[in-house]
Nanobody, 116 residues
């Protein structure tokens, strides 16, 4: 099985950018569909990106993969306070999905806080 570790979160101002990393170990991430999700306090976990994007982040976020580093990235631009959440990467052996419950492997999450 694969283990996932997210990093790159932090406190930024509105309009700033961040790049999150999801490093895989134990298995190569190329064997899995990888997605990004986020969860804000009091809200349900929300799909962010796989090879396609949630409506709230389209045009601002970009997912990419570096197979040599066994890492998937989420580049986040033009951040707003509404993007404040814990961001998780997740993996599954089936096709890409927007449904969190269909992912088997999860990282511990990384906090992103955007101040206005």
């Amino acid at each position: 099985q694969v283990q996932l570790v997210e990093s790159g979160g932090g406190l930024v101002q509105a309009g700033d950018s961040l790049r999150l990393s999801c490093a895989g170990s134990g298995r190569t991430l190329s064997m899995y569909s990888v997605g990004w999700f986020r969860q804000a306090p009091g809200k349900e976990r929300e799909f962010v990106s796989s090879t396609y994007y949630g409506d709230s982040v389209k045009g601002r976020f970009t997912i990419s993969r570096d197979s040599a580093k066994n890492t998937v990235y989420l580049q986040m631009n033009s951040l707003t306070p509404e993007d404040t959440a814990v961001y998780y990467c997740a993996a599954r052996t089936g096709p890409r999905s927007v449904v969190a419950a269909e992912y088997v492997y999860w990282g511990q999450g990384t906090q992103v806080t955007v101040s206005s």
